[in-house]
């Protein structure tokens, strides 16, 4: 993992979360089910006038509250949630999800003797009834983001259909102004400025928007087990602070940059300046945005002033930026790596080089693999010398030495090189993985069966050395390193399955018949790019004897 010293912020422990639940109280109407939303009190010590789903925090009595819930309810694992959502919700709303241990209704004329000034337990008993809770179920887990001060919850999201007959009213004391809204309208008055909620709600209405039917929802959360469970965290976008679930493209350099939650790092993809993620790690992204570069291809500066610069890709032939890497470096480069010989990664290294000898009276060698001979034009690259698998290329910081380990990685292209800083378990893995795309793999230069295998090589090197951060060449930093590469591998292996069967549905066909069926979830403007990915696979499918 990385070192301590080189994070760029002081660490700091975030307040730890006390167990919370909250309910999604839902009903039916033409279209799409309802949900209900209420305005927190505006004196609230914790998110004060935001509309939320009602809850609040578990007691230690809503653990032990087994004979307060129907027979079915009392193993749950989520009993003390459920318990607790219930009793907020009857003792902020009125609305009491209860009935008898045999699971019959309670009536309207037993629920108008309960007060819910008066502590529920005791009502329950007195009553014969119990609490209704396996009518719950799970929806999702959010955790408060680390950057919350003074107070943070881990809260259990529950969803329900209200109970027949009875009204929510808000108890004016900790919730007001109880409102039913469809998802979509509330996430537009929302965007309108007129209903102020937080990240978790917003997330959480954009998955109830998916149903037409209280029912669907309720089936899609059958499992009683959270869909996600998510600690967001927060960027600057445009200078203004944005929260990040761990499926959004940004979390993992935010974990990187910011391991504590500090909402400091700037996520906004510019050329101008490099931006630093580590005290020895800069990234200087070439101005060659695109389809097929996304924001543009990364240059990774590592070193310091005092020990001098490792330059990983230096990108597409561009002056202006091999001259921002010289600013950045001080000419002071030691050596220059090309991951491979694409026409936006390799071209500008023989131009820093020299840029480098002219600053500093020192040229910096060249290292990668050259080009194969499947290499297109555009892609011939012959370093000053070829890394060796496994070679290891060390930068002498008295402060914080580094070493990168050359893992050959063909596929994406034969000769594909990824590096791994020992030191930090950090993975710069060029276009073999990318953060929000598969990379294409073009024969005769790319290769589907190189590229998966490389993949599990891949895999070992992130469990040997412990790597948990992935740099790639497009897109931000990626975390949860192997769970990563083991995702993309499944996504290769089922689009593999999904070219099998678009042969078997078109027999005889070619890659232009199946490219519409095997990459009917792409958009028809990258079908061709995707055919070329296509005839990779059909090169495996076709040696493993897998064509139908």
């Not at 279209?31 to 925090?57: K, Y």
């Not at 943070?152 to 039913?180: H, M, S």
């Amino acid at each position: 993992m990385v070192r301590p010293g080189l994070r760029l912020h002081p660490a700091r422990t975030p307040v730890a979360p006390r167990p919370a639940a909250t309910l999604l109280w839902l009903r039916d109407t033409d279209g799409a089910p309802e949900v209900l939303l209420t305005r927190r009190s505006p004196n609230a010590s914790f998110l004060p006038g935001v509309f939320v789903f009602p809850g609040g925090r578990i007691d230690d009595a809503d653990a032990q509250a087994h004979d307060l819930v129907t027979p079915a309810a009392a193993a749950l694992p989520h009993l003390a949630a459920a318990v607790a959502a219930l009793r907020e919700s009857f003792e902020e709303l009125g609305v009491l999800h209860a009935c008898t241990a045999s699971g019959r209704a309670a009536t309207a004329a037993q629920l108008a003797q309960f007060d819910r000034r008066q502590p529920l337990p005791a009502q329950l008993r007195a009553h014969g009834l119990v609490l209704a809770a396996d009518a719950l179920r799970v929806a999702v887990r959010w955790t408060t983001d680390r950057d919350v001060q003074p107070r943070r919850f881990d809260t259990l999201f529950l969803i329900g259909r209200l109970p027949e007959g009875q009204t929510p009213v808000a108890d004016d004391a900790e919730q007001f102004e109880p409102v039913w809204l469809r998802a979509a309208d509330a996430l537009a008055r929302h965007e309108a400025g007129t209903l102020p909620m937080i990240f978790p709600t917003l997330r959480t209405l954009r998955w109830l928007a998916g149903f037409d039917r209280v029912e669907a929802a309720l089936v899609a959360c059958a499992g009683d087990r959270p869909l996600w469970e998510s600690c967001p965290r927060g960027g600057l976008v445009g200078g203004k602070p944005q929260r990040f679930m761990e499926t959004d493209l940004p979390f993992g350099e935010l974990e990187l940059v910011c391991p504590d939650g500090q909402v400091l790092h700037a996520l906004d993809w510019q050329s101008e300046q490099p931006v630093r993620l580590l005290r020895h790690l800069w990234r200087l992204t070439a101005p060659n945005p695109g389809v097929m570069t996304g924001p543009g291809t990364n240059t990774y500066l590592l070193g310091s002033a005092a020990a001098g610069w490792i330059v990983v890709d230096p990108g597409p032939p561009d002056d202006t930026h091999v001259a921002r890497i010289v600013e950045a470096t001080g000419g002071d480069v030691r050596t220059i790596v090309c991951t491979h010989s694409h026409p936006d990664h390799s071209p500008a290294a023989a131009p820093l080089a020299m840029a480098c000898e002219a600053a500093t009276g020192r040229r910096p060698p060249i290292l990668g693999l050259p080009s194969a001979p499947t290499a297109r034009a555009h892609s011939q690259f012959t370093p000053d010398r070829a890394l060796a698998d496994g070679e290891r290329i060390a930068l002498a910081d008295a402060e914080h030495a580094l070493t990168l380990r050359a893992v050959h990685t063909p596929g994406h292209a034969a000769n594909h090189v990824c590096l791994v800083a020992e030191e930090d378990g950090l993975l710069f893995s060029g276009d073999h993985v990318l953060n929000g795309s598969t990379t294409v793999v073009d024969p005769p230069d790319g290769n589907m069966a190189a590229y998966i295998d490389s993949l599990d090589l891949l895999d070992r090197a992130c469990a040997h050395f412990d790597v948990h951060f992935i740099l790639p060449a497009h897109g931000h930093v990626i975390g949860s390193a192997r769970r990563a590469v083991a995702q993309l591998k499944a996504h290769r292996l089922a689009r593999e399955a999904k070219v099998v069967a678009a042969m078997r549905e078109r027999p005889g066909g070619d890659a232009d018949d199946w490219v519409p069926l095997a990459y009917a979830d792409t958009p028809r403007q990258l079908w061709p790019v995707a055919k070329r990915s296509l005839l990779a696979h059909l090169e495996r499918i076709r040696a493993l004897g897998l064509a139908p």
